[in-house]
């Protein structure tokens, strides 16, 4: 059974910096890309970031770009989101996701097999 188990997250000031992390099981790690997603309520799960199978490449939303970093380890089965430079609209849930497909450069949420459970991230102005 494959799991995506995330953490981190919560309450940080603007400016402030927060890291999530998601831990995944029951696949085969180094097999998938890895994304990260975010929901605000009433809105559309929309694309954060996306890192290839051996983390060569990366891919960014054009608001988190210079601010945000994603990177995995495949000995450890993580992938990371640092969030610097922080701002109230970044404020929603946060999920992780996995997927075997490299499909619009991993910014195709349906194109993601799993997901994990989201995280709430606020920051206040």
């Known amino acids: 059974q494959v799991r995506l188990v995330v953490s981190g997250g919560g309450l940080v000031q603007a400016g402030g910096s927060l890291r999530l992390s998601c831990a995944a099981s029951?696949?085969?790690?180094?097999?998938?890309?890895m994304g990260w997603f975010r929901q605000d309520p009433g809105k559309e799960r929309q694309f954060v970031a996306a890192i290839t199978w051996s983390g060569a490449n990366t891919r960014y939303a054009d608001s988190v770009k210079g601010r945000f970093t994603i990177s995995r380890d495949n000995a450890q089965k993580t992938v990371d989101l640092q969030m610097n430079s922080l701002e109230p609209e970044d404020t929603a849930v946060y999920y992780c996701a996995a997927t075997r497909s490299y499909g619009s450069a991993g910014t195709d949420r349906y194109s993601y097999n799993y997901w994990g459970q989201g995280t709430q991230v606020t920051v206040s102005s």
């Open positions: 029951g696949l085969v790690f180094s097999n998938v890309v």
